[in-house]
């Protein structure tokens, strides 16, 4: 009997430290997500959106959104088409809880 108490008292002394050792280091919760208003376009997407605007309008699938008389360079009318406001896409954010979030472009870009 007193052997089983004594390994008894020991994993409840155990169990004690490790929830005492959390509560000292302090775990990570994730927040609960919160609706807010997106923030800027990273350079990482704006990379991505040039790249691909540029990618179409070398290749002919698009045709340009706004006029640059004597402009060719296909990344030079994306880069205008893009400070301008004119490009229709979205940019998909991932979320920490595996989701995503669709913004519209025009609302990313200031």
């Given at each position: 009997?007193?052997?089983?108490?004594?390994?008894?008292k020991?994993?409840?002394?155990?169990?004690?430290?490790?929830k005492?050792?959390?509560?000292?280091?302090?775990?990570l919760?994730?927040?609960?997500?919160?609706?807010?208003?997106?923030?800027?376009?990273?350079?990482?997407?704006?990379?991505?959106?040039?790249?691909?605007?540029?990618?179409?309008?070398?290749?002919?699938?698009a045709?340009?959104t706004?006029?640059?008389?004597?402009?060719?360079?296909?990344?030079?009318?994306?880069?205008?088409?893009?400070?301008?406001?004119?490009?229709?896409c979205?940019?998909?954010?991932?979320?920490?809880?595996?989701?995503?979030?669709?913004?519209?472009?025009?609302?990313?870009?200031?």
């Amino acid at each position: 009997m007193a052997l089983s108490a004594k390994v008894r008292k020991q994993k409840d002394k155990g169990d004690g430290d490790q929830k005492r050792s959390k509560k000292q280091h302090g775990e990570l919760e994730a927040a609960p997500f919160e609706e807010s208003a997106p923030l800027p376009l990273t350079k990482y997407e704006r990379v991505r959106v040039l790249g691909e605007r540029a990618a179409r309008l070398a290749s002919g699938r698009a045709a340009p959104t706004v006029r640059l008389p004597g402009v060719t360079d296909p990344l030079r009318i994306a880069e205008e088409e893009l400070r301008g406001g004119t490009l229709r896409c979205r940019v998909l954010r991932p979320r920490p809880d595996g989701g995503s979030d669709a913004h519209e472009l025009r609302d990313l870009v200031p």
